[in-house]
């Protein structure tokens, strides 16, 4: 299985972008997904998880703003950033984890997102 994260760019703060996370397997299968940032000098940390039953849950910092959502039709997640902050500056990676006592997990290769002033 691979993700194809893509939707990354420049954006003022303020602004809105629609990450998405292309599976080339079935996101039915996967027992969570998530989306994870990274931001310079700091570490990876999760943003959004979709847990495939149950509510998605967020960080505190992006609450209201984000929404993440998953299409098991199309086999894509996606994230959406509203209100967009200096500080979502990162590489954004999709994640997901299968099923099972021992599940799979799969990294997508990550999509800049640069918030300017």
């Known amino acids: 299985v691979q993700l194809q994260a893509s939707g990354g760019g420049l954006v003022q703060a303020g602004g809105s972008l629609r990450l998405s996370c292309a599976a080339s397997?079935?996101?039915?299968?996967?027992?969570?997904m998530a989306w994870y940032r990274q931001a310079p000098g700091k570490q990876r940390e999760v943003v959004a998880v979709h847990p495939n039953a149950g509510s998605p849950g967020y960080i505190d910092s992006v609450k209201g703003r984000f929404t993440i959502s998953r299409d098991n039709a199309k086999d894509t997640m996606y994230l959406q950033m509203n209100n967009l902050k200096l500080e979502d500056t990162a590489v954004y990676f999709c994640?997901?984890?299968?099923?099972?006592?021992?599940?799979?997990?799969?990294w997508g290769q990550g999509t800049l997102v640069t918030v300017s002033s």
């Open positions: 397997g079935r996101t039915i299968d996967f027992n969570i």
């Open positions: 994640n997901a984890e299968g099923r099972g006592r021992n599940p799979d997990i799969y």
